[in-house]
């Protein structure tokens, strides 16, 4: 089983930073993603990282703003997000995927994101 616990979520104003964690344990990982969903809209990407060699991904819409880092010692991934806009709003989620190729199968709870303009 594995356990993720997200933190970090605030409130902020637009031009403004937040840094997202998630805590991992439990079975190990090939990748660990952040994902958001804003009120009405579906979820989606923002960023991901591998566990072994830290190659990374991103949204079109966060490249440049947002960079995701991980611990390996604290088995804790992070997502520095800076010059934030109102359409950042949303929760996000921090999720795993056990095997590449197989999705991301664990989710945490969400920690809510709101940019005030």
């Known amino acids: 089983q594995v356990r993720l616990v997200e933190s970090g979520g605030g409130l902020v104003q637009a031009g403004g930073s937040l840094r997202l964690s998630c805590a991992a344990s439990?079975?190990?990982?090939?990748?660990l993603g952040w994902f958001r969903q804003a009120p009405g809209k579906e979820r989606e990407f923002v960023s991901s990282?591998?566990?072994?060699?830290?190659?990374?991904d991103y949204a079109d819409s966060v490249k440049g703003r947002f960079t995701i880092s991980r611990d390996n010692v604290k088995n804790t991934v992070y997502l520095q997000m800076n010059s934030l806009k109102p359409e950042d709003t949303a929760v996000y989620y921090c999720?795993?995927?056990?095997?590449?190729?197989?999705?991301?199968?664990?989710w945490g709870q969400g920690t809510q994101v709101t940019v005030s303009s």
């Open positions: 999720a795993s995927e056990l095997i590449a190729g197989m999705g991301y199968t664990y």
């Open positions: 439990g079975r190990t990982f090939v990748h």
């Open positions: 990282i591998s566990w072994s060699g830290g190659s990374t």
